[in-house]
């Protein structure tokens, strides 16, 4: 499995390309509620899904849940804007269930995705929203936007990534509008330092 810069891994043996954690919809759910928030955060998360997708050339997108983030904020405009961008994405799109994704079986038609199972198998890997531990097998997850903040004197930096365990991967948030910073533990921490995924840190170490 390849770790990508972009917030995704890709499974070159499939060209699948797994993602985690969209929250679609999180600023309109904001906005719903009286918080006043910038436009262009899905424009910006979605072009950079169909740019790895093109990168790679994957023929299937699994999204490991929360492909939405509450149902207020799926709104007319909201599953427009992904419709469009759905039709210029040729790969296959299927999408776990995450514990946010309340409004999924409203969008799964317009936006051309199927149901993935929690727990599908495929070759050595299976593929959850939360994390789960299963027999021989590693499991792919999200949920818990893996990030870890960086100090040097009164300087501090938050930086997400992929936290890889023995049998277990977390891939970060693929949005950038999630705050992360759990405990980072039970595997090596691999953070984002922009255009790359850098070097892991040792779990003792995060």
Request: aromatic residues 8%; contains cysteine.
């Given at each position: ?74 709104t ?16 296959e799109?299927?999408?776990?269930p ?24 495929d ?21 818990e ?36 910073g ?10 984002i ?14």
């Open positions: 499995m390849v770790l990508m810069p972009e917030r995704c891994a890709f499974w070159p043996a499939r060209r699948m390309l797994l993602v985690a954690d969209l929250h679609l919809g999180k600023c309109e759910t904001f906005r719903a509620f009286g918080a006043a928030l910038p436009i262009g955060v899905n424009g910006e998360m979605l072009a950079r899904l169909a740019a790895a997708a093109k990168r790679t050339e994957a023929l299937s997108i699994v999204i490991l849940g929360d492909l939405l983030h509450a149902p207020v904020g799926v007319e405009c909201l599953i427009d804007e992904v419709a469009s961008w759905r039709a210029a994405v040729g790969a799109i299927l999408v776990v995450g514990n946010h994704d309340r409004s999924l079986s409203r969008v799964l038609g317009p936006w051309k995705m199927e149901r993935m199972e929690p727990g599908t198998r070759g050595p890997f299976a593929f959850h929203h939360h994390p789960h531990t299963i027999e021989q097998t590693f499991v792919w997850c999200g949920h936007h893996p990030a870890k903040t960086f100090r040097r004197g009164s300087e501090s930096i938050k930086l997400p990534g992929f936290l890889i365990g023995t049998s277990v991967g977390i891939l970060p948030a693929f949005t950038s509008f999630a705050a992360g759990g405990p980072c533990v039970g595997g090596r921490f691999f953070p330092v922009g255009k790359e995924v850098s070097m892991p840190l040792e779990p003792r170490l995060v």
